[in-house]
């Protein structure tokens, strides 16, 4: 008779561990020994419960038996390991990766996606999750996973261009929170450094360097750009009507809106740029008035500055007399409504308000000599 377990085993460790069986002769008895000792399994097949020594003994009668040994034993561990979790700075070139094994075959996996093969070095070409999946001869496999990330951008948020008035200073905000190194240059000179803020009264191209405490470095550039104010808003003489005091004005040039307070300069509202008038209560008897071109504001004017030398009453039956010695002379005058009624930018007192009805207009004199005077006259014909 004969008994005939096979060949060793080597199993991974992890592996499931087999049922051992011999085809013998026909035998009356079976008797298991694992590591030398007895087991009570009397039949041809045999649970493997660790590694070791298994011997099967058939016997058949009196005088017959046979006997076959197997062992069951651990392949060599396979190992991989490819270190902790990788942050990197955004722009900066990705890491080659070491994966330290005993494995002689690697495969790589980037997000779930096959990359390489065989090789203990990688290169990622993006963030995301690395697996590497090492086996060994025999079968036996191992396997880790790391991530590669960006660290967390530091967003600079200078704008491309930053306005400010003549005479005055300009705040840059870089709006960085983030601990680092901050460095202004202006010119290419480096003007400051270790502060997210910069304040100027120069025009020219700023730039902002941020380098973080894990070494990333972000930067951006900005343009400071002085605007010119605004010129004062001519306010004319306020003109007593029937709904209350009316208000007018002369807006200069390039003002894209205006600001106007009737209550002493506590509260000023803003008014539509076509605007050029306004009627307030009797008992307003002066009004503040200033512009804004979108950049600077200009200076406030008031309605009390107007100038009221000038008859209160004025006939057709001379000309509107303009005394001064101070170059060519323009006239401009308005109605109690605001409106134009009457324009000339080389008057010569020859104006004998041939297109006025009889009520109460204003006036605004200008010389070539950059003097000013306005104010306010009743036309009885």
Known sequence: MSVNLGSDIYLCKGDSFPILY????????????????????????????????????????????ATDTLSI??????????????????????????????????????????IAS????????????????????GFCMASDTIMVNYFPEEIIQLPPTKNFCENQQVTLNSGITAAGHSIWTFNSDTLTTDTPLLQTNQEGVYQYTFISNQGCVSSATTTVIQQLRPATPLI?????????????????????????S???GLTFSLLNPDELSIIVPNTNHSVMLYAD?????????????????????????????????????????????GRQVYFNNHYRNNWYGQELTNGIYYYVIKTS????QSGRFFFNR
């Open 22 to 65: 011999s085809a013998v002769t026909p035998s009356s008895s079976y008797l298991w020994y694992f590591n030398n000792g007895l087991q009570p399994d009397c039949t041809p097949y045999f649970q493997a419960t660790d590694t070791g020594t298994y011997v099967l003994i058939a016997t058949q009668g009196a005088y017959c038996s």
């Open 73 to 114: 034993s651990y392949l060599p561990p396979v190992m991989i390991n490819m270190g902790e979790d990788i942050n990197i700075c955004k722009g900066n070139e990705f890491p080659v990766l070491y994966a330290q094994t005993n494995a002689s075959h690697l495969q790589w996996y980037l997000n779930q996606n096959f």
């Open 118 to 137: 065989d090789t203990v070095y990688f290169q990622p070409p993006d963030t995301g999750m690395i697996f590497v999946q090492a086996m060994q001869e």
């Open 236 to 260: 004319f003489c306020p003109v007593q009507t029937a709904n209350g005091i009316l208000i007018s004005w002369q807006p200069p040039i390039n003002s894209e809106k205006y600001y106007l």
């Open 262 to 264: 009737t209550n002493n």
């Open 293 to 337: 071109n979108g950049s600077c504001l200009s200076d406030t004017a008031q309605s009390s500055w107007c100038n009221q030398q000038t008859p209160s009453v004025w006939t057709s039956e001379s000309a509107f007399i303009v005394s001064t010695h101070e170059g060519t002379v323009s006239l401009e005058v308005y109605d109690a409504t």
């Open 369 to 372: 000599k950059a003097s000013f």
